[in-house]
Structure formats: C-alpha cells, structure tokens
C-alpha cells in the first residue's frame, strides 16, 4: 500500500524586496521576516547579485530552500526577479518578457511535490511605469503562453509584482475577466478569495519609504494601490488535483517597514482527486 500523502498545504509568498535602498537594518528585518512566514514557495523582485553581493543568499540564509537568480539564467540581469522552493525543483527556467527596456523577466520552476504531483511555479516581474499597460498586457499573453506550455498536475502558481492594480487590463485578463487578442485564461486571485476583504493595498504612502517617493513627484500623497499578487492555476485546467484557497495575507506591514512594498502570503490545500 502506497505510503504517499494524499494531501498537502503549500505556502507561497511573494515580495518586492526593494534592492539594498534604505537603511542598511532593513537587510536583518527582511531576512527575520522571511524566515517566520515558513514560506514553501517564494518569489523576491528586485534582489540584488552582484560579483560583491549575494543579496538572494542573505536573505534565505538557513531556510534550506533551492533559490534561482535571475543571473543564473538570463544574462545581464544583476537587479532582478528570483524564486526559492522548499523542494528540489526539477527544471528551472529563465524568460524575458516583452520590453523596450531590459528588466521584466519571468523565472519558471516544475517543484516535485511530496503528494507525488508537480507544481508549475513562475516568479515574474512585469513593467512598472504607469504608461506600461499596454506592455504590461505583452508580457501577461507571454506570461499565461510559458504557463500553459509548461503546466503540471498541481494548479500553477504565478507570484510576483505586477505592478498593477486589480482593474487593469493586465490583471482582468489574468482573472478571466476580460479577453485580450481573441485569447482569454483564468487564474485566481488568492487575495481576492481568501483576504481580509480590505482593499489589501501592497504599495502606499502609508509606508514611509513610499511617501519619500511623494517628493519626486512621481506619485501624491494618499497613494494607495494593490499590485502584488499569488495567482492560483484554475481548477478546469488541474482536474487531477483538487484545490482550496484557504486564506491570503497582506505581511510585512507594519513599523519598522522592512521594504517599500508590503508581501503578500497565500495558502492552498491540494488533494489528489479520487
């Protein structure tokens, strides 16, 4: 009689950790926050690998989990998108997206699962400039097409900072709310289904490192927007693995701030379908 379990919780967490900007304590309170989330799947934005500088290795430092750079894939790329597994993956794969400029990538990793299933987990990182949208729905097609060329059993998970808020264009089509060129998926919103049922901002002037950015004139103060997100594969497309959201948290909120974006956590329960 088979011994593996039939049943499994995965807990994913994504985070914009803001480079090494801000005060040089903010290094320590990201990696202690991190590390008391207990996180299986991670995907950072902006982390930095230099010659000099293993900011990704600092980060996971005695978490025993297999993290991925964007240098080690993509060359070029010493500011970029990285992911962490608890599990060994079995392929790891680096994309850049759709851009004028170099920086969006997407980083793709089939994790073996102990329910004896894979997990497509992409860690992605798409245009921030307000005037991106247009770019922004680019990179969500090439997003969706790596997802639908590489997907496994388990729901796909996709985590990262979009750098959008839930209506744009970019976000409906991720959510199956709008079609974009004749094609149209469906992912699910962990915040969306499971959160506190605030607006779960991830990026506000209620953060100081944000306000700062007041005095550049990019934003004004209030500013206030969601745009960090764990999607979750929809389940006609992973008929083989129930799946349950059980509940998604905005972390990382509160004072001392440990990065100008806040992280968002999401839990999942998958069961091998009878």
Known sequence: MSTTPQRMSVRVLTLNVWNTDGPTQRQKRLRDAI?????????????VRTHDLDQLGDLLDGLDMFATHDTELISGETWGNAIASRWKPRSV??????????????????????????????GVKPSYRFTDEALRCQQARAIAGLEETLRSPAPSI??????????????????????????????????????????????????????????????QA???RRIDYVLAGS???HPAVRSRITSSQVVMNTDPFPSDHYGVVAELELEIAP
């Open 35 to 47: 590390g008391d989330l207990r996180p299986d799947l991670v995907s950072l934005q902006e982390v």
């Open 235 to 237: 389940p006609e497309q």
């Open 158 to 219: 996709i985590a990262g900072d979009f750098d959008a808020t839930p209506d744009s264009a970019c976000m409906r089509y991720y959510t199956g709310l709008a079609p974009l060129d004749g094609s149209s998926v469906h992912f699910r919103d962990a915040w969306a289904i499971a959160g506190d049922g605030t607006e779960g901002h991830t990026w506000t002037t209620d953060n100081p490192y944000v306000a700062s950015v007041e005095s550049s004139g990019w934003i």
């Open 93 to 122: 794969e680096g994309h850049r997206l759709p851009s004028d400029v170099p920086g969006p990538t997407a980083l793709a990793a089939i994790v073996p699962l102990p329910i004896d299933v894979d997990i497509l987990f992409l």
């Open 222 to 224: 209030p500013h206030h």
